[in-house]
């Protein structure tokens, strides 16, 4: 978990997993072990690259896979993409040694597209992601069990997909700009580049990944979902919170900011969305109408409590005080810090992400209006 909360790569490969996966969890709540249990551990479960090889090949699961086995697959999947994306983002990794002499900016120039564009990393993703739905649809079957009480597994579920969907070294990058041009007394012409930098490339994320946006984002609201319900102080809560809110608000600035289309084109959609114009983030949505948000949401209202209407102007600053109340309640109490009581947090990453997210807040109105002058520079040249 560290490694994508701290965006950096861990030295171990996932070929290193050959370890058997761990016992599922009914195993160890058992006095006695009986004949089934018995014939499970004497087969062994299987390693973690089989049950991911599995998963990836037939879309299905190896049997007899407990919660942490189920964690550790979402876990081998960020190591499987990330180990894609940097093999095939190497601007050597499509050209075929000669004897000949060649020019190296005619090797290098043609790698200058992101990693998550290039096809064979996005059909990664795109399998990965249907390897998740694998692991969501089984959740769900534990989740009508227990009578609709959600599990730790789902938000591991939920945040995976905002790990392999979202751009999220931008995201990150961005708040911790903010966080330290907020800290500045005087502005940084880099910085501030860096920070045009990182936005422009968000947007285009939501504009011309808008399927994948939107999917993000269906996501980024289950989190919050799961976090006002089913909180258990997990360590891996504060991020999740964290990057949802990144997430939608992220979405929320730059759609919000772009200029309606004078001309909509008749859309073959338009008689299915009728009934279904709204959808609500942050509530368990029926599977349909997440296909069909993500298929045609430009004609949809996505809606979050006490927020609203996310693509309204004024709701960015609504997601962040959003995210800062759900990142708040994570604490034991409070402390007392001169005259000021603060909230004592579980982990302290929390209160790092409150920072960021409160400086994203200070200047989430220049943002909004650096997002439309870009875009207004881009129509003009285009």
């Given amino acids: 978990m560290t490694a994508y909360e701290s965006d950096f790569r861990t030295h171990m490969d ?4 050959k370890a058997p996966l761990p016992c599922p969890e009914q195993i160890w709540n058992e006095p006695i072990l009986n004949k089934t249990q018995v014939l499970i551990l004497n087969n062994g479960p299987p390693s973690l690259c089989f049950a991911l090889d599995v998963l990836y090949t037939e879309k299905r699961l190896v049997p007899n896979l407990g919660e942490l086995s189920r964690i550790l697959l979402i876990h081998g999947m960020y190591r499987r993409v990330w180990e894609v994306t940097r093999c095939r983002g190497d601007h050597l990794s499509d050209w075929v040694p000669t004897a000949l002499s060649e020019p190296r900016y005619g090797i290098t120039s043609g790698k200058a597209i992101a990693p998550p564009s290039i096809p064979v990393v996005s059909r990664w993703i795109n399998g990965s992601s249907d390897c998740l739905d694998v692991l969501h649809w089984s959740a769900k079957s534990t989740i009508l069990q227990a009578s609709g009480l959600e599990h730790p597994t789902v938000l591991h579920l939920h945040l995976s997909r905002l790990i392999l969907l979202a751009p999220v070294s931008d995201l990150q990058e961005l708040a911790k700009l903010k966080q330290e041009s907020r800290s500045r007394s005087e502005s940084n012409l880099y910085s501030a580049m860096q920070e045009q930098s990182r936005q422009n490339s968000l947007l285009k994320w939501v504009v011309h990944d808008q399927y994948k946006a939107r999917l993000a ?17 997990a360590v891996i809560e504060p991020f999740a919170n964290y990057l949802a809110t990144l997430v939608l608000w992220t979405y929320s600035i730059s759609i919000s900011a772009a200029k309606p289309l004078a001309n909509s084109p008749p859309s073959s959609m338009t008689y299915e969305l009728q009934g279904t114009s709204l959808i609500q983030l942050d509530r368990p949505c029926d599977d349909e109408l997440v296909q ?12 979050m409590a006490r927020v609203g209407d996310i693509k309204s102007r004024d709701s960015a600053g609504k997601i962040l005080r959003e995210g800062i109340k759900l990142l708040s309640r994570q604490g034991t109490g409070s ?32 943002d909004a209006i650096a997002i439309i002058q ?9």
């Fill in 292 to 303: 069909l948000f993500v298929r045609s949401g430009e004609r949809m209202t996505p809606y």
């Fill in 335 to 366: 402390r007392r810090n001169g005259s000021e009581r603060l909230p004592n947090f579980i982990w302290g990453a929390a209160e790092n992400f409150i920072s960021m997210l409160s400086a994203l807040g200070a200047a989430s109105s220049q």
């Fill in 14 to 17: 996932l070929s290193d997993g």
């Fill in 374 to 382: 870009t875009q207004d520079a881009g129509r003009g040249t285009g």
């Fill in 217 to 233: 984002i269906i996501h980024a609201g289950s989190v919050f979902w799961y976090l006002r319900r089913y909180s258990c102080g």
